[in-house]
């Protein structure tokens, strides 16, 4: 199925979000802000989120005000820590410097995604949507600490898999579980569909985050560069089984190879065939599908609906795409 | 009068906002993060903000639990945006480079300034405080988009009076606005004495920040380096005046310096000396009097009491000090 077929039992709703998305952006006094935000516009990406919460509400109503209120807000926090990533990335392209150039753009980095961050909590709480408020706020929050734990685990080596699990669930799925939870806020006739719309987004999460680490092992040809995560040190579900599964020596080479030579691209390829001969690719593959499995589930506890189809599709289409 | 005999009146209470402000930032999952608010809340300064927000509550009733969430929401909105500030003073320290050290604290920076941000917002959610929260929200988006006018309007050293009055109000005023009006919130009877300390934390506000901007023409003997906002082609109100009545010919020799060789520092010496010489400090001393007379008159509107007249030294003491 492609994404317009999933799309088809919300497509005017989700334009409707669109210009939404785009009036709530705007600033009437910082001319600079605006041309950001356009071109953020400009690159909006495959819609997955604001899909996840319009699909979300659909399952228990029309989509309503509040609904389109949970979708902008998802947006504005999702797109202000995208911005904020950017003062990331900037550094790595330019090979651990910056530009002056770059400096200016990282300053106007932070201060865009504050922000967006800050229209967002405005916007919910002129429509006073405070618990969808709480629930994405809770998610900025573990987007935050999942990052920071993940940086302070990179730096020691130290992670298991008890601990992975632990940083992809704050950094990916709790905020994709504020999303589906938003969207059933703004229509569910009682408390356990909300929580239903919960656990499912954290499933979806977190079988949409080990499918992205597998994309860094070349596990599906999508033209993806390779061991960007090895590079800076993270280590992932299939790097995670690969040493476990490893002998003491072959371990301890790995473990010096990705501390100390993670900068030479052929150690980081030395790594990734390691893990392409650990068996770590279809473990971390079965484990992503054991969640998804778990979200399909939970969906097959509510009634059936185009809405409750094109979730299920979506999810699918999610964990099995090729870019 | 030593901020000590000015801070009597809620001396238990400010102690008690420590107690309650150093809980507020506590994360329990990401070690690093404790390990970095403990680092900030020990170089804390004055307290002047959130002596703010008790002085202006213990106005209209005595301190309660909403009047402690008011100053940890302030504080922790304060505090994040300290810290994504120093993503660009770490780098002027470095000379527009990085270290890889640097780096990781930059993106460390952003990190914590979001999850101080999420902490507040979950504690005013959390705690029912939705019109403190809206106010400091627009609080924080007014102070981004001020920083971002700025930085623009800094990049084609087109400013005017009336622009620079604007882009303080957001960039300061409207914080200390947020912040005394929020502590009115938690113990006022009516609406227009809410309105009365959002005013009067207006213009304490603008006070502030001209008193700060007079610092970088060493208007007073701080001991602070002069000229920073100069190098950054910020332009201050003691310019602005110096500008606006130079002749044709001094005004295009002095924009240049400003945006050619503002990296000099014997050119930079020059700009000083040639607002000293033109009035600019004296006009600018007379402008922040009239803010600071502005606030006190707005506080004579409200009946006399120990926290009033402590509001007032306050006031005079932040405008007067000489560090």
Known sequence: MTLDQIKAPIADELDEFETRFRE???????????????????????????????????LFGPINNGSYV??????????????????VDDANERRGFFSINALWKNKVAVLVGDYLL?????????????RMLEMVSRAVQELSEGELLQMEKARRLDIKEDIYF??????????????????????????????????????????????????????????????????????????IYALDNASKAEKKHIMNLVKNHSHKPDKVAEVIEFVRNSGGIPY?????????QEALDLLQTLPDSPARQALAE?????????K
């Open 24 to 58: 709530s952006m705007r600033s009437k006094k910082a001319p600079l802000l605006d041309k950001i935000t356009w071109y953020i516009v400009q690159r909006k990406g495959k819609q997955v989120r604001p899909m996840l919460v319009l699909l979300s509400a659909r």
């Open 70 to 87: 949970a979708a902008s807000l998802v947006e504005l926090l999702h797109t202000a820590s995208l911005v904020h990533d950017d003062v």
């Open 118 to 130: 800050s229209q967002g909590l405005l916007l919910s709480v002129r429509e006073n949507q405070y």
């Open 166 to 239: 632990e940083i992809i669930r704050q950094k990916t799925a709790s905020l994709i579980a504020a999303a589906c939870s938003a969207g059933a806020i703004s229509t569910a006739q009682s408390e356990e569909q909300i929580q239903t719309m919960w656990k499912f987004g954290e499933k979806t999460g977190m079988a949409f985050q080990i499918r992205d680490d597998l994309f860094d092992f070349g596990a599906d040809d999508v033209g993806k560069p390779l061991g960007i995560d090895i590079k800076e040190k993270k280590l992932t579900l299939p790097l």
């Open 284 to 292: 971390s593959k079965k484990v992503m599908e054991g969640f998804r």
């Open 314 to 322: 979506l999810l699918v289409f999610v964990t099995e795409r090729n």
